[in-house]
């Protein structure tokens, strides 16, 4: 009998796997609610869904036989002229997941370290251990803001690259760009995640060009609505685009994520009023949950709101809504101790919700 554990990595059979949301058919089986009864504020998804244009442009298209373009030409393009800078700056990944893991792979080494600005999003140090780096977790402060000094006391010459989710996955926060910038002049790669600019409207990527070691990610799976679809993109230096052009899969984004990634730029109006009303929500939501008792929400410039839970509840909570078919995410690290993670839905959610709330513990 062949042992096949020795021949894999050491390092990836002891590795945490990522923790995913789980599929709305599941919840509603999980619960035996219908799945339109249930209301789903744990994924950070748009609950008005993507642009209708891209459902026709996904039903009229013919060639579904047939590879896509391995260089996103139309694509990269129609990027272009959104970000404001030329395509050559500009790679498409199987949602920013794949970039991130693409950016790891061209700069780990065995043994190199990554910093993750803790509390934050969970790819991070799930894709550096898939890639053989190793993580530095380096704290936020009280206000979830980057310690700049602690972060600069953490690099030495194995140190590759920096995360900072802008705004920050799950607190809402942006970094401010004099921050970005001071990582930047340390030298090492700093990644700027803003897969929720658009419900903020805070960017530093038009300075991409100017520094050789800046990466700005973004997704079209909360602002589009396309988080089923995988689709991101990267604004790279132009070496490092070439770099990550050349190492990622050929036929990386599907036919049918490249069609809706552009029919959604053509939509970019229409979108840009779901977002308003998103955002609009979002100060209302905020209001309510502050008038909850036992909730402490967070100021967030995302399209979800953080929840400090005061009567250290926030398991039992997260428990009884879901018996109610409202499924939020539930934090127990010790950065986000009794915290709960409430996506913005539509008013009628939001109402649900603080109903719910008001009922339980």
Same mark, same amino acid.
């Given at each position: 009998? !062949?042992?096949?554990?020795?021949?894999?990595?050491?390092?990836?059979?002891?590795?945490?796997?990522?923790?995913?949301?789980?599929?709305?058919?599941?919840?509603?089986?999980?619960?035996?609610?219908? !799945?339109?009864?249930?209301?789903?504020?744990?994924?950070?998804?748009? +609950?008005?869904g993507c642009s209708p244009k891209v459902k026709h442009a996904l039903a009229a298209y013919p060639y579904y036989h047939i590879y896509p373009d391995p260089e996103q030409r139309e694509l990269r393009e129609a990027l272009a002229e959104y970000v404001?800078? +030329?395509? /050559?700056?500009?790679?498409?990944?199987?949602?920013?997941?794949?970039?991130?893991?693409?950016?790891?792979?061209?700069?780990?080494?065995?043994?190199?370290?990554?910093?993750?600005?803790?509390?934050?999003?969970?790819?991070?140090?799930?894709?550096?251990?898939?890639?053989?780096?190793?993580?530095?977790?380096?704290?936020?402060?009280?206000?979830?803001?980057?310690?700049?000094?602690?972060?600069?006391?953490?690099?030495?010459?194995?140190?590759?690259? !920096?995360?900072?989710?802008?705004?920050?996955?799950?607190?809402?926060?942006?970094?401010?760009?004099?921050?970005?910038?001071?990582?930047?002049?340390?030298?090492?790669?700093?990644?700027?995640?803003?897969?929720?600019?658009?419900?903020?409207?805070?960017?530093?990527?038009?300075?991409?060009? /100017?520094?050789?070691?800046?990466?700005?990610?973004?997704?079209?799976?909360?602002?589009?609505?396309?988080?089923?679809?995988?689709?991101?993109?990267?604004?790279? +230096?132009?070496?490092?685009?070439?770099?990550?052009?050349?190492?990622?899969?050929?036929?990386?984004?599907? !036919?049918?994520?490249?069609?809706?990634a552009l029919e959604s730029l053509r939509d970019v109006d229409y979108l840009r009023d779901t977002i308003g009303t998103i955002v609009a929500e979002r100060g209302c939501l905020f209001a309510k949950l502050k008038g909850v008792g036992f909730l402490?929400?967070?100021?967030?410039?995302?399209?979800?709101?953080?929840?400090?839970?005061?009567?250290?509840?926030?398991?039992?909570? /997260?428990?009884?809504?879901?018996?109610?078919?409202?499924?939020?995410?539930?934090?127990?690290? +010790?950065?986000?101790?009794?915290?709960?993670?409430?996506?913005?839905?539509?008013?009628?959610?939001?109402?649900?919700?603080?109903?719910?709330?008001?009922?339980?513990?």
């Amino acid at each position: 009998m !062949v042992n096949i554990e020795k021949l894999i990595r050491p390092e990836l059979l002891s590795a945490r796997a990522y923790t995913p949301i789980i599929p709305l058919k599941v919840l509603s089986e999980q619960v035996k609610i219908p !799945v339109e009864g249930v209301i789903k504020l744990d994924g950070n998804e748009n +609950p008005y869904g993507c642009s209708p244009k891209v459902k026709h442009a996904l039903a009229a298209y013919p060639y579904y036989h047939i590879y896509p373009d391995p260089e996103q030409r139309e694509l990269r393009e129609a990027l272009a002229e959104y970000v404001g800078l +030329p395509a /050559h700056y500009i790679v498409a990944g199987s949602g920013s997941d794949e970039l991130i893991d693409l950016i790891l792979r061209l700069f780990i080494e065995p043994g190199d370290k990554v910093i993750n600005c803790v509390p934050t999003f969970g790819m991070y140090p799930f894709s550096t251990e898939v890639c053989g780096g190793r993580i530095v977790s380096v704290s936020r402060d009280e206000n979830f803001a980057v310690d700049l000094a602690s972060i600069k006391a953490a690099i030495d010459e194995q140190t590759k690259v !920096v995360f900072l989710a802008s705004p920050n996955n799950p607190t809402g926060n942006i970094t401010p760009q004099q921050d970005i910038l001071a990582l930047v002049e340390t030298g090492i790669v700093v990644v700027v995640d803003e897969a929720y600019y658009e419900f903020s409207g805070v960017t530093i990527a038009p300075l991409v060009p /100017h520094y050789e070691n800046l990466v700005v990610l973004r997704s079209f799976s909360k602002w589009a609505g396309l988080a089923g679809l995988r689709v991101g993109y990267g604004i790279f +230096p132009h070496r490092l685009a070439e770099l990550i052009s050349k190492i990622k899969p050929p036929y990386n984004v599907n !036919v049918a994520a490249q069609i809706a990634a552009l029919e959604s730029l053509r939509d970019v109006d229409y979108l840009r009023d779901t977002i308003g009303t998103i955002v609009a929500e979002r100060g209302c939501l905020f209001a309510k949950l502050k008038g909850v008792g036992f909730l402490d929400p967070f100021p967030s410039q995302a399209n979800f709101i953080l929840c400090s839970v005061l009567n250290g509840q926030a398991r039992e909570i /997260h428990h009884q809504l879901k018996q109610k078919g409202i499924f939020i995410r539930y934090f127990d690290t +010790p950065q986000l101790e009794n915290c709960l993670r409430i996506s913005v839905g539509k008013p009628e959610h939001t109402d649900v919700l603080i109903d719910a709330l008001k009922g339980v513990c």
